[in-house]
């Protein structure tokens, strides 16, 4: 997955109306990116640029991003220079992953001055840097020192454009050019020579090219026929015109489970049924929905490492604590027979005297093993040997029933942190962490010291809309999935939860009694409002990316939660089971905004 330099060059095209626009904003949601907010003619646009290594990109975005409370050194460097400053230009040197953005800004003087923010997109040497006139570097969002590279990153050095490889331009090339170049490669299989003949293409638009030419066989540079040849030029031009006109459709890929793999600037056949394609009209919205749920996560896991870290180290020892109070459980099995061997030496008295080692003991507890020998202390009367059997079999005895009870409240406490790390993984605001952080200093997990100001005020549940009109509502944490089951929820409602995962609490809201409605309050909302709603639970809970999830549901009047139990846990009755994809599509379309 990459963003190559082709599909680069139709952001610009997307991005050239931004010029003549001026900065209003600059913000820095996260270490690797910057949020520059434009105003044009046609509004306020929103320019968002990556460096993060595996999602470094530059495009348009109309996604909420949270932005921190303080914003970092570079963001406010970047504000002192560009702030009003003026969009004059955007280019791209060739199909390089590169691409300048060039501002007409005001110096503290008031004179005019050029400055160009240039945008490297290459995986790990991703960057962001604003260079003068002279293109000296002012800074950049990433230093990189000459003991690390030989073209150093650092305020007051040259900026120098990376060298080209020699490839050649998929759009200018003619066809004796191209096959040319290509046979240089004659032993590469015809992707991996693709890749090595156009500059700024992709792995995926290079397979996408050798299955037109030779469908599902992979072939040889050297072993390609005249039929391969013109196949494969004939769809090199047909994805030219295509970019020339304008006609192309962005293409994301993802898996029949939903996760998403890749994405081009064509459309993408070779891998038939064992991928989903879906298509967006420009480059932005393609990046915006690819991108939004993995910097989400991303973001988050920024702002809350420590939780993370605590979560993870806690959940650790809780099933190592676990396992090793299971292995001295089994070991208990062994009581009954202690006490057998304790019974038998008090019924033989008579036989038995001080000084033997063993002694061998009819065994009425057993008719098919009519004799067992036990062994005995030599130093101890055969009372007191008894009595020390007596007294192994007590301790086990008590120590079973005490382990038995531990272990439950580990893996009950196990099963709470699961939960705990499952709606942080889903965290998407500093609200959102912030009231897990506050949960588990009610449990004891984060010292109260540490809580510096008043605890967070609560956010309210997700909410949606069923098509038929049905109000949705959903738990963000398990406070509030507490909150809304138990004390918010009628009890007419309809509760889900995906069945035996960690997963938020859904509750579909339904008529009380006396209330104008085309059910009665023991029937349930129709079926395909039970449908949205399960597909929300599933969607909210650990099996996201499933091909499918069984969902619970029931009347609140049936979910109960048992006095001392962690904050989420509840037990349930009269439930049914319904299975169901989980569909981001449909979830975002019933969510009210």
Avoid at 381 to 406: G, I, M, S
Avoid at 437 to 463: C, V
């Amino acid at each position: 997955m990459a963003l190559d330099g082709v599909f680069l060059n139709e952001i610009r095209k997307e991005l050239l109306p931004l010029v003549g626009g001026r900065v209003d904003k600059i913000h820095q949601p996260s270490k690797g990116e910057l949020l520059i907010a434009l105003r044009t003619y046609d509004g306020l646009k929103k320019l968002l640029i990556n460096t993060v290594s595996g999602t470094s990109r530059i495009h348009l975005t109309n996604a909420d991003i949270e932005n921190p409370k303080q914003p970092p050194m570079f963001c406010m460097l970047m504000r002192k220079h560009l702030s009003g400053a003026k969009l004059t230009g955007i280019r791209q040197p060739g199909f390089e992953r590169v691409i300048m953005l060039d501002f007409d800004a005001t110096n503290e003087l008031g004179d005019t001055v050029q400055l160009t923010l240039t945008v490297e997109l290459m995986g790990r040497r991703s960057n962001l840097l604003l260079t003068d006139a002279g293109g000296k570097i002012i800074d950049s969002i990433k230093r990189i020192s000459s003991e690390t590279s030989e073209t150093p990153v650092l305020p007051g050095v040259v900026y120098t454009l990376p060298e080209s490889d020699g490839r050649i331009s998929l759009t200018e090339c003619d066809r004796d050019v191209f096959m040319e170049k290509l046979a240089e490669f004659p032993k590469q299989e015809l992707s991996k020579g693709i890749m090595k003949t156009l500059q700024g293409i992709s792995p995926v638009f290079a397979r996408e090219c050798a299955f037109f030419t030779s469908h599902s066989s992979e072939v040889i540079v050297g072993e390609m026929t005249d039929d391969h040849r013109d196949r494969l030029w004939f769809y090199i031009k047909k994805v030219r015109t295509q970019l020339e006109s304008g006609e192309n459709r962005f293409t994301a890929l993802k898996t029949t489970s939903g996760e998403l793999k890749d994405f081009c600037f064509c459309n993408i056949d070779q891998y038939g049924g064992l991928m989903v394609t879906k298509q967006f009209d420009t480059p932005s919205q393609l990046l915006d929905y690819f991108y939004a749920e993995r910097d989400t996560l991303s973001r988050t896991r920024q702002k809350a490492q420590d939780l993370f870290r605590l979560l993870a180290n806690t959940i650790d020892r809780t099933e190592s604590r676990v396992k090793n109070q299971q292995l001295e459980l089994k070991d208990c099995e062994r009581r009954e027979q202690l006490k057998q061997y304790g019974d038998l030496i008090t019924a033989n008295l008579y036989a038995l005297e001080k000084g033997m080692t063993e002694a061998k003991l009819i065994n009425f507890y057993d008719p098919e093993q009519p004799e067992v020998t036990v062994k005995l202390d030599k130093r101890l009367t055969p009372v007191q040997n008894a009595q020390k059997y007596f007294k192994e079999y007590r301790k086990l005895d008590t120590a079973e029933k005490v382990l038995q009870k531990l272990i439950a409240q580990g893996e009950e406490e196990a099963k709470y942190l699961d939960t705990v790390l499952d709606a942080l993984t889903r965290a998407r605001t500093e609200g959102d962490i912030a009231a897990l952080r506050q949960e588990l200093t009610e449990q004891g997990y984060i010292s109260r010291s540490r809580q510096k100001g008043k605890p967070p005020k609560a956010l309210p549940p997700m909410k949606y809309r069923s098509s038929e009109g049905f109000d949705i509502r959903v738990g963000r944490n398990n406070s509030q999935n507490d909150r809304l089951t138990c004390k918010e929820a009628k009890k007419t409602d309809v509760w889900l939860h995906a069945k035996d995962i960690t997963g938020c609490h859904v509750i579909i809201s339904c008529p009380e009694r006396g209330e104008a409605a085309k059910f009665t309050p023991d029937e349930l909302p129709p079926d395909r409002t039970i449908e949205e709603a399960a597909m929300i639970a599933a969607y909210y809970s650990k099996a996201k990316n499933s091909s499918r999830c069984d969902v619970d549901y029931t009347f609140v009047k049936y979910v109960k939660k048992p006095a001392g139990s962690k904050p989420g846990m509840v037990i349930f009755t009269h439930n049914y089971t319904i299975t169901v994809k989980p569909d981001e599509d449909t979830v975002q379309a019933l969510e009210l905004k």
